[in-house]
């Protein structure tokens, strides 16, 4: 019997050494795709998606560079990355996505810099493999913008749209009065600080004062850029009465879909200032000179001790509000960085369902209170179910991409820490602190089945 399974044996093992050696030859690499489609504009906000992917899985996530790119402004709106997941030549890949925003000031050809992408992986499961690769050199081809200055940007975006608002009405005013312009500029696509500064012009014999803007970003609820926001406030000053006309402030942008250059305006405003009420200018009979009362001390002497008195108590009040304040931040303080408060974090994360911020508030609390390599603390703390639980979430986070758009069912692993939680308290209530410099394992779960209790 032995002998007839013997070639079976055989077969497998050479198999699992054929998978092995492939794991091992399988490398990194890194792609760039350009997301925006159709003709690149200069001005025009592009996006670009950069994968990194690996064998096996991530043991560190890839470290994106913010890069510099001659004639370009670059930017990474979202810190986010997105997970991937891919199958090549057989072997399986995990990766991660960022996606930049390049916005061409010029028109002409861009090449992306090899600048390098550093990571940690298991190229052997089990086993933390440090790695790198070069970002690609991806070429942008940026067109200038018809009519525009020695192919120079101007304003290129999906849409732009402008609103104004007065705080009074321009047509009731009265000499002397000042009236306020807030002109608000949004452009779908394109950062705020790339939307030009509008001009604030007035008719002779009215003073403009031009405040700072206000630069903002509009985001959907799911936190997508959408486009940029500019507010700018002015202030006119009408001295004497008169009719007065306020310009109307265009800003012209391109329209890539289109290919047309458009015009977005705020209109013009007629003003009407009266003439100011006019003052009495009678004047009254001059009155006698009162008679000069006698110098009262004892008032005086009285009103000076009682003005003493009242500065004493308002410094004392003073720096009594102000002590109590410190000790009420510093409590506040003290409990937003307490143990309790950071597992309380974890216990939501639990609630939640949401797998990246359970691993995020249980990797603070592990550090909080020097409970490093977190798996050391489960081996002793924690049940069976617990374990098997923790490591099921690990595998799930790190090795399926899907899974991290889907809400995972963590309510006994809950369940189960709080009960760890409970029983390290009783046994190290007396105890030294660990300490909590010492870095965790990544990935502690990945590649090994819960041990019994």
């Not at 933390?128 to 690609?136: D, F, H, I």
């Not at 800003?251 to 890539?256: E, G, K, L, S």
């Not at 390599?373 to 090795?399: G, I, K, M, N, S």
Request: net charge negative; aromatic share 8%; glycine share 6%.
């Amino acid at each position: 019997m032995n002998l007839r399974i013997l070639p079976i044996l055989l077969g497998l093992f050479t198999l699992w050494l054929s998978l092995a050696n492939f794991a091992l030859a399988a490398e990194p690499f890194a792609r760039a795709t350009l997301a925006t489609k159709g003709t690149i504009y200069a001005g025009q906000q592009v996006e670009v998606d950069v994968d990194v992917f690996v064998p096996n899985y991530f043991l560190a996530a890839p470290q994106f560079p913010l890069f510099d790119l001659p004639g370009a402004v670059v930017a990474m709106p979202d810190d986010r990355g997105m997970n991937l997941s891919e199958t090549v030549d057989g072997a399986a890949f995990s990766g991660i996505r960022k996606t930049y925003v390049i916005t061409p000031q010029a028109a002409g050809d861009y090449v992306l810099p090899p600048v390098d992408i550093p990571f940690g992986y298991a190229a052997v499961p089990g086993e933390t493999t440090q790695g790198r690769v070069k970002l690609p050199a991806l070429r942008l081809t940026v067109t200038a913008v018809p009519g525009g200055a020695d192919g120079q940007a101007g304003v290129t975006a999906a849409k732009v749209t402008i609103t104004q608002a007065f705080d009074r009405d321009p047509a009731s005013l009265r000499a002397g009065d000042a009236l306020v312009r807030t002109v608000t500029v949004h452009a779908e696509g394109l950062a705020a600080m790339m939307i030009p500064e509008p001009t604030f012009e007035a008719a002779a014999g009215v003073q403009v004062y031009v405040h700072d803007p206000v630069l903002s970003e509009d985001r959907s609820d799911r936190g997508e850029f959408r486009g940029g926001v500019r507010k700018d406030t002015a202030t006119y000053v009408f001295a004497k009465a008169g009719n007065y006309a306020i310009p109307a402030i265009t800003v012209q942008w391109f329209d890539p879909t289109v290919g047309k250059t458009k015009t977005a305006e705020a209109p013009g405003a007629k003003v009407s200032v009266a003439a100011a009420p006019a003052n009495a200018t009678a004047l009254a009979p001059p009155s006698p000179p009162p008679e000069k009362a006698p110098f009262d001390w004892q008032w005086w002497g009285a009103a000076l001790l009682a003005v003493t008195a009242l500065a004493l108590l308002i410094h004392v009040a003073a720096d009594l509000t102000g002590r109590i304040q410190a000790w009420l931040d510093e409590a506040r303080m003290r409990r937003a960085q307490s143990e309790p408060t950071a597992f309380h974090r974890v216990d939501e994360g639990c609630r939640s369902g949401d797998a990246q911020r359970f691993e995020a508030a249980i990797d603070a609390w592990s550090r909080k209170t020097g409970n490093i390599p977190l798996a050391r603390w489960l081996d002793r703390f924690a049940d069976v179910e617990t374990r098997a639980a923790f490591a099921e979430h690990q595998r799930l986070l790190y090795r399926s991409a899907q899974n991290t758009a889907q809400k995972a069912n963590l309510l006994p692993l809950r369940t189960g820490l709080r009960r760890a939680r409970r029983l390290w308290l009783e046994q190290t209530s007396d105890d030294e602190p660990a300490p909590a410099n010492e870095l965790p394992d990544l990935n502690p779960a990945l590649g090994a089945e819960p041990r019994e209790a």
